[in-house]
């Protein structure tokens, strides 16, 4: 059964909960087909939708349908018949539960054994069949057991090698071991009978000996600038931000986009090291997390490390509001040079001109330390006064206050498509060990 669109999902469910503000007529909530696609997601791998949709299953008076988890692996036989029939598959389910195939067997069927022992005779069947379990294959979560998540570095290359994760643990195999394999240990021992497949992984990993730098060669080509911010008071200009970049055709990175469970902290700090560009929006008190942070437990703390360490192109954007700390000692060394850096000083009414300061950056045409004959920020303690002078001058934008906010939801944004061909700037010298994350 095909997915329905979320966007029409959420619609109907705004229309099922007006029409529940009113004593509920089962005939009007069945008419707009809320019902159908209630259920559907409240079978879903989502856990957020789907206990939402649950939810408003029982408040209609509707039977909730049965809900199966991402982890396959661990599906029971009934799991397995329940999936069998919502495939379209009904026939067939007596006899998986009769060769008792659990979820670990069904990732593990081959189309002989469907032919042979589950009585499917029919080519198209099988062919269909096969389809599925593929989809299902390359949605499945693997996390109880691949601890070294290859599942996560196979999608990284193409989603269809995914659907060799599970064979491939299971003879096991693990990411250290995939620069060792050869083309007649993929076939035989991974079961990647499809040559095309063979060759792009490959290709992967001909290009270095170690698979954390494979990953990174292949985020390279998926990320122009990441975005760093704190949570609390930078993401909705953090948002916006990514938004205008990708307008322009760059291809960002944001904390929100999807990250894998248990591995955030790798995963994050290869996003940055891939990125060409590394964007730190300061908002009041974002910094704060930061004071005597010697442990670099802060995330913009390591992010901004992270950078400095691998010579990113740092531009820093400035909310209008914010301040560096009067005493630049209570900012980590490692990432006290960022309080000597241009950036530019955003504001809300004038967010092309802003945006086309940050492109100038971005292409090299900006250098990020203070111009000639404007006073750089002292690195040792000062009085509050002077950090807030200090503190307009690396604005790039001076133009008046304002207090309109930006209303663009985080959630709402989608990763861009497009591709950023700009020249990397040149490198501070004095940059190479800093950094800091929220």
Sequence with gaps: MAKPCFKMVRYRLSRTKRLLAKPYDNENIKEIGAIAALKEVASSPDEVAAKFASEALTVIGEEVPYKLTQQVPCWTIADVQYWVKKIGFESYADAFAKHMVDGDLLLLLTEKELEQDLQMTSALHRKRFIRELESLKIAADYGSVDESQLDQFLMSLSPEL???????????????????????????????????????????????????????????????VFISYRRSTGNQLASLIKVLLQLRGYKVFID????????????????IQAAKHFILVLTPNSLDRLFNDHNCEDWIHKELRCAFEYHKNVIPIFDQHFEFPAVDTEIPADIRPITKYNGVRWVHDYQEACMDKVERFIKGELNRTPSIGQQQPSVTSSSSSQRRTQSTRWASTNVRSTTQKCTISRQQLEPSTHHCTSPRPPLRSNAANSVTRP
Excluded: W
Aim: net charge positive.
């Design 162 to 224: 995914s659907v060799y994760t599970y064979q491939m643990l299971g003879m096991g195999l693990n990411r250290s071991l995939l620069p060792s394999l050869t083309d007649e240990m993929m076939k035989t021992v991974c079961g990647i009978t499809n040559p095309i497949h063979r060759l792009k992984l490959r290709q992967a990993l001909q290009d270095s000996k170690h698979i954390d730098d494979i990953e990174v060669a292949i985020l390279s080509k998926q990320i122009d």
């Design 256 to 271: 929100v986009d999807k990250l894998y469970a248990g591995k955030f902290d790798s995963s994050l700090l290869k996003n």
